[in-house]
């Protein structure tokens, strides 16, 4: 059965966590569909992980509706949430909707997300009106990188902590259907979940949000970014990619693949006939 946002509602309600990674492709969208992940996030991550620039900010909705569209493919079960892109909803109100718009209806998600606390109600409110779900992000969010200076934890001091506690409250009035908060305070985390009635999904956030999401390339240890704390290596698949892809190589240049099992056959009379 398809994963809809009342699936996340009573997951929330029932106090079952929310699983949620990020998703690019069809193949792996499909093995983590199968594996039971409520939620694939299309995230503009996809930047780094999947297109190489080193921050977000570069990513087009053109590379964000092509991704999504592969994972919506092999999304069964699991609830297709994919993100706005730098600049394709911070310029207008008109924007975030026509582009929110263009997500559902070419990238086939089921919701979109946006980085934005109480200076984006207007847009989240605007967008849920056209029936669109929107699922909020706040505490870090790496499309505002030049702005801040860098990556880092967010609203350790009391006015800063504030701030994210107002953007949750205003996200969830505007009509946000979850929240993610990324690279903030555990207890930070705990307190907004408990505030608001909508899912909170983090990220370096603590075990207290009423879900998780991780980058897939750094939880199986396949992109050679910098490694946040909050990341766990869940497998070593960039290690096992790599013997892989060295064994192959080694393996051709030795003629030791392909083997007479990998071969097709020729009848041995059109052979003969051939060199004749
Ligand atoms: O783009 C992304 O992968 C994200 C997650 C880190 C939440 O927004
Ligand atoms: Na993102």
Known sequence: ????????????????????????????????????????????????VMLGYDSTVSVTMEDMIHHSKAVARAAKSAFVVTDLPFMSYQTSVYDAVFNAGRLIKEGQAQAVKLEGGQA???????????????????????????????YKVQGKDYQD??????????????GAIAIVLECVPADLAKLISQLVSIPTIGIGAG?????????YQDMLSMYDGVASKFVKS???????????????????????FPTSIHEFAIDSEVMSKLKS
């Open 161 to 174: 902590a504030k701030n994210i506690v107002l953007d949750a409250l205003a996200v969830e009035q505007a």
């Open 120 to 150: 984006f109600s207007e847009h989240i409110k605007m967008i849920t009106q056209a029936s669109i779900p929107v699922v909020a992000h706040i505490g870090l969010m790496p499309q505002s990188v030049l702005a801040l200076g860098g």
């Open 207 to 215: 075990v207290n949000c009423d879900g998780q999401v991780l980058v």
């Open 234 to 256: 869940f497998a070593p698949i960039g290690h096992y990619m790599k013997q892989a892809f060295t064994d192959y190589c080694q393996e051709v240049k030795q003629q030791q």
């Open 1 to 48: 059965m398809k994963n809809t946002i009342a699936t996340l509602k009573e997951r929330k309600q029932n106090r079952q966590k929310i699983t949620m990674l990020t998703a690019y492709d069809y193949t792996t969208a499909k093995l983590m569909d199968e594996s039971g992940v409520d939620c694939l996030l299309v995230g503009d991550s996809l930047g780094m």
